[in-house]
């Protein structure tokens, strides 16, 4: 679908200042090495709950799988659900590039 540039610290995807968002939780899964991290937004147009989900890869220390679930819902009612996978490598110590893996379902 596409490549994205994104942060992510200690398991949570770093929200752009622009989209309004407001962190509501983070739990970690320490059998699942995965991190669940929910956000409501909005940016004036678009009100989302975006909830992340991200995952150690035991194999490679330099990469992490992930899932967002988004509800989004326009001013005027229009609203979907996506949900999509990507995986992340770490750039310059941080895991900020999102490759070309990206998956809606």
Do not use: H
Not at 62 to 67: A, E, F, Q, S
């Amino acid at each position: 679908m596409g490549s994205l540039k994104l942060k992510i610290q200690g398991g949570v995807v770093l929200q752009d200042n622009g989209a309004g968002c407001e962190k509501r939780f983070v739990e970690w899964d320490k059998y699942s090495c995965t991190t669940q991290s929910n956000f409501e937004c909005d940016d004036g147009i678009w009100k989302m709950n975006l909830d992340w989900f991200i995952t150690s890869t035991p194999e490679d220390e330099n990469k992490i799988n992930g899932r967002l679930v988004a509800y989004m819902e326009k001013w005027y009612g229009w609203s979907c659900t996506s949900e999509y996978s990507f995986e992340a490598y770490k750039v310059e110590g941080t895991f900020q590039k999102v490759v070309d893996k990206i998956k809606k379902f």
